[in-house]
């Protein structure tokens, strides 16, 4: 690994873990509850996340370019929730605009088993070959589009195993209440956990951070379930405890507690 990747993988995945905060809903959703405003929604949660996982136009538009904080660049796209088929990506982001915006990484969505399966592996490959040759990381996310039920261990192992031998450095993918340790076992890269559908307590986001952490995930790529909380920054604090400094599902809980009585004094 040359010294431009490992560098940014440090940048990234500070001790080999990672709090990733997604803000790229929009690319084929359009506007999000909470993210009508995302330079606005995520600037008080830059100091307890690692990077931010958002498109080109977002970081033009919405972050402040003075910002320390690394970037995740999507770059898979020409979508939508109104369309056919969400699989039906494209690469949407040039190496040259890459390195221009200085993304400290890229990120890509696959669909296995989806009539686009070949289509998405290729762009997968296709931009790998690009980022390699200047050290840029590529994040594979195994996006199951309206498939929901395709969450179990079996199709997710195969699906990170297959990102990974096409050069993925990260693979981001969805915990599984069964077997999820074999989805981290099976994948020879740093696998990251997605949040997946809204949670329905705040509680039940900390038990699953914490299974899969233990179960051998590097870290989490979560948005709806942090900047749609009634408290996001205390909500983000708890994470990175769990994350970072292996706090457990109750040492956690108390942080999130305790920050939200801090905010409500203010």
């Given at each position: 690994?040359?010294?431009?990747?490992?560098?940014?993988?440090?940048?990234?995945?500070?001790?080999?873990?990672?709090?990733?905060?997604?803000?790229?809903?929009?690319?084929?959703?359009?506007?999000?509850?909470?993210?009508?405003?995302?330079?606005?929604?995520?600037?008080?949660?830059?100091?307890?996340?690692?990077?931010?996982?958002?498109?080109?136009?977002?970081?033009?538009?919405?972050?402040?370019?003075?910002?320390?904080?690394?970037?995740?660049?999507?770059?898979?796209?020409?979508?939508?929730?109104?369309?056919?088929?969400?699989?039906?990506?494209?690469?949407?982001?040039?190496?040259?605009?890459?390195?221009?915006?200085?993304?400290?990484?890229?990120?890509?969505?696959?669909?296995?088993?989806?009539?686009?399966?070949?289509?998405?592996?290729?762009?997968?490959?296709?931009?790998?070959?690009?980022?390699?040759?200047?050290?840029?990381?590529?994040?594979?996310?195994?996006?199951?589009?309206?498939?929901?039920?395709?969450?179990?261990?079996?199709?997710?192992?195969?699906?990170?195993?297959?990102?990974?031998?096409?050069?993925?450095?990260?693979?981001?993918?969805?915990?599984c209440e069964e077997h999820f340790e074999k989805v981290v076992n099976g994948c020879p890269v740093p696998v990251i956990m997605a949040g997946g559908p809204k949670c329905e307590t705040e509680l039940e986001v900390l038990e699953f951070v914490h299974d899969g952490i233990s179960k051998g995930a590097a870290g989490i790529n979560l948005g709806r379930n942090v900047w749609q909380?009634?408290?996001?920054?205390?909500?983000?604090?708890?994470?990175?405890?769990?994350?970072?400094?292996?706090?457990?599902?109750?040492?956690?809980?108390?942080?999130?507690?305790?920050?939200?009585?801090?905010?409500?004094?203010?």
């Amino acid at each position: 690994m040359n010294w431009g990747m490992k560098n940014r993988l440090n940048q990234l995945m500070p001790g080999g873990r990672c709090f990733f905060m997604p803000i790229d809903h929009g690319y084929f959703q359009g506007p999000t509850r909470s993210l009508e405003r995302p330079g606005e929604t995520v600037k008080p949660l830059l100091p307890h996340v690692d990077a931010i996982f958002c498109t080109r136009g977002v970081l033009r538009a919405a972050l402040d370019p003075l910002t320390a904080k690394p970037i995740v660049l999507r770059v898979s796209g020409c979508t939508s929730m109104v369309g056919e088929d969400l699989a039906n990506e494209e690469l949407t982001t040039s190496i040259t605009e890459i390195i221009r915006v200085n993304a400290a990484a890229v990120g890509i969505s696959v669909f296995i088993g989806s009539h686009y399966e070949r289509q998405s592996l290729q762009n997968l490959a296709t931009i790998v070959n690009q980022c390699e040759d200047y050290g840029i990381p590529v994040m594979a996310v195994t996006a199951v589009g309206r498939e929901l039920e395709k969450r179990e261990a079996r199709y997710l192992s195969l699906c990170c195993r297959i990102a990974a031998e096409l050069g993925a450095r990260v693979v981001k993918t969805y915990w599984c209440e069964e077997h999820f340790e074999k989805v981290v076992n099976g994948c020879p890269v740093p696998v990251i956990m997605a949040g997946g559908p809204k949670c329905e307590t705040e509680l039940e986001v900390l038990e699953f951070v914490h299974d899969g952490i233990s179960k051998g995930a590097a870290g989490i790529n979560l948005g709806r379930n942090v900047w749609q909380s009634p408290h996001p920054v205390a909500m983000a604090k708890a994470l990175r405890a769990v994350v970072h400094d292996q706090a457990t599902v109750a040492q956690a809980h108390e942080i999130l507690k305790s920050t939200k009585g801090k905010k409500q004094a203010a």
